[in-house]
């Protein structure tokens, strides 16, 4: 079994700021269970033993195989690894988008192995945002439409002073009422950014969000993403291959063949984007 613990100290919590405060009373959070045996409290996901398995026979696939890992609660945490380490699957499993073969799986102090799918549905609306390198904006909504999105879905009311925060920081506070095909890529991505948060999620999974973006737009996606931790408390996993993008993290874990082959913090800080 490889295990990474890439938790957060004790001498680097500091002081969370507003939103995160207001996150931590939702009722998305208050309906959490306790967390159980093994995964402590500052641990937003934990992974213990997890295995993957696609096919059988001799056309098995072993996609992971024995992971563990424990992810800091208001932390950046970067998954990084060859093309074909078992990164993204690993990303799928803690946000239950795919179902792990054995091993057991705690996200925000829920046990989803084993939730059903109407469950793992609302979980992921409650306490999951997304990033994606695609993008994801629904066509027809406006960038402000997209952006509210999991709130509405959830039936909630969006909070505007957040939008407006989050809008602002983003530079898209004036492209709100255009359609994604009417924006450039990077705004594209950063209304997707701003629809990750706008829900105050226990984590936020960004699967290579910059893989889309020129090195300048993808720094400043990045820059948010790394601001989110540092203001706001968030918690944040990003899936990269890329190992400049992975110096904005706190953490880098490292895959290869579906195994932990490392953990610990990133070489170096990048030379300009990173708020300390």
């Given at each position: 079994m490889?295990?990474?613990?890439c938790?957060r100290?004790?001498?680097d919590?500091?002081t969370?700021g507003r939103?995160?405060?207001?996150?931590?009373?939702?009722?998305?959070?208050?309906?959490a269970?306790p967390?159980p045996?093994?995964?402590?409290?500052?641990?937003?996901?934990?992974?213990s033993s997890?295995v993957?398995?696609?096919?059988?026979?001799?056309?098995?696939?072993r996609?992971l195989?024995?992971?563990?890992?424990a992810?800091?609660?208001?932390?950046?945490?970067?998954?990084?690894?060859?093309?074909?380490?078992?990164?993204s699957?690993l990303m799928?499993?803690?946000?239950?988008?795919?179902?792990?073969?054995?091993?057991?799986i705690?996200?925000?102090g829920?046990e989803?192995?084993g939730?059903s799918d109407?469950?793992l549905?609302?979980?992921r609306r409650e306490?999951?945002?997304f990033?994606?390198?695609?993008f994801n904006?629904?066509?027809q909504?406006t960038?402000?439409e997209n952006?509210?999105?999991?709130?509405t879905m959830?039936?909630g009311?969006?909070?505007?002073e957040?939008?407006?925060?989050?809008v602002?920081?983003?530079g898209i506070?004036?492209?709100?009422?255009h359609r994604?095909?009417?924006?450039?890529?990077?705004?594209?991505q950063?209304?997707?950014?701003?629809r990750?948060?706008?829900?105050?999620?226990?984590?936020v999974?960004?699967?290579e969000p910059?893989?889309?973006l020129?090195s300048?737009v993808?720094?400043?996606v990045?820059?948010?993403l790394?601001?989110?931790?540092?203001e706001?408390?968030?918690?944040?996993?990003?899936?990269?291959?890329?190992?400049?993008a992975?110096?904005?993290?706190?953490h880098?874990?490292?895959?290869?063949?579906g195994?932990?082959?490392?953990?610990?913090a990133?070489?170096?800080p990048?030379?300009?984007?990173?708020?300390?």
């Amino acid at each position: 079994m490889s295990r990474c613990p890439c938790r957060r100290s004790a001498h680097d919590r500091g002081t969370r700021g507003r939103f995160t405060r207001a996150r931590e009373h939702s009722p998305a959070h208050s309906t959490a269970r306790p967390p159980p045996d093994g995964a402590p409290a500052d641990d937003v996901v934990t992974v213990s033993s997890v295995v993957r398995t696609y096919g059988r026979g001799t056309t098995e696939v072993r996609a992971l195989d024995g992971v563990s890992a424990a992810i800091a609660r208001g932390r950046f945490t970067a998954v990084v690894g060859p093309s074909g380490s078992g990164k993204s699957t690993l990303m799928h499993c803690m946000a239950g988008l795919d179902s792990v073969s054995s091993g057991s799986i705690v996200l925000d102090g829920v046990e989803i192995t084993g939730l059903s799918d109407r469950a793992l549905t609302r979980l992921r609306r409650e306490r999951v945002g997304f990033v994606f390198q695609s993008f994801n904006l629904l066509p027809q909504l406006t960038a402000y439409e997209n952006i509210v999105l999991p709130v509405t879905m959830s039936g909630g009311r969006p909070d505007r002073e957040l939008v407006d925060h989050l809008v602002e920081v983003l530079g898209i506070a004036d492209r709100l009422s255009h359609r994604p095909a009417e924006l450039s890529g990077g705004q594209q991505q950063r209304a997707a950014v701003a629809r990750a948060l706008v829900s105050r999620p226990a984590v936020v999974f960004a699967d290579e969000p910059t893989g889309n973006l020129d090195s300048r737009v993808g720094a400043e996606v990045l820059s948010f993403l790394r601001r989110s931790v540092d203001e706001l408390g968030q918690s944040v996993v990003m899936v990269t291959h890329d190992l400049v993008a992975a110096r904005y993290a706190d953490h880098v874990l490292t895959l290869a063949d579906g195994r932990v082959a490392g953990c610990g913090a990133p070489a170096a800080p990048p030379s300009a984007g990173r708020n300390r």
